[in-house]
């Protein structure tokens, strides 16, 4: 296989810009950003992720199955940038990006334009990033 | 759970336009437009795709696990609206659609700018589409 044709193929698959967060106000917390997403079911409404095996937000999502994934807009390259590295929470702050909390207590990126709540349902152990299947079960 | 939220949270995930194809020259053919794809893993490279289960072309996904997925361009929406319903293999044609084969036998579209030969590894059988993982085995 041609690896230049099927990376100039596989960029032509549209992907998004995502935080990905994990944890409780007073416990562990995880962020990072993402952009493999997409929708699989309507009913019950499914995303598929692919997330990073060694990350520690792979390991919140194993653990507990509770995750926000926060929807990046236009312009906020910034807030991406600073979930490129692990998380810290500070000041009410996490790695700098005000906050509120989920019903199933995970953070909530204030900035973002939208927010969903995911619960998840199966996990397919392939590759280097592995593919959760999470169910939506609130919206912010 | 607020639906519209949910429906406008869920409407920022980008989707893309792709044409899903399978069988074989020679046998039974399926084709249909989907909207759900993915990249999931870079080694080996995964897709991770929601395919609707009252379709044609997921019975083929499920009995032979080789696919084509054609990437449609900016301007298809004609390729695309033809796939809407059950695709008809007459003149050489799949639907009005010039095709070429790929090599697990699946039609290509050649109007497509870009397509990806794909293998089935794992199906995750939940909601009205299952989420399909599949590994891109070739590039067209």
Redesign the interface.
Known sequence: ??EQ??K???R?????LYVLTAGTKDGDKAAATIN???????????????IKTDSAIYSHARETGALVLN?L?KGQQGAAFAFFKPAEYADGKLSGEAVTWAANGAPVLESA????ELKV??V?E??????F?AE????I
Chains 1, 2 share one sequence.
């Open positions: 296989m041609d044709a099927r100039t193929a596989l032509m698959i549209p992907y998004g493999w997403v997409t929708q699989t079911s309507f009913a019950p409404p499914l995303l598929a992720l692919g929807i807009g334009p939208a927010a969903v349902r199966e397919v392939l590759g280097d990033h592995h593919t299947v939506v079960t609130g919206c």
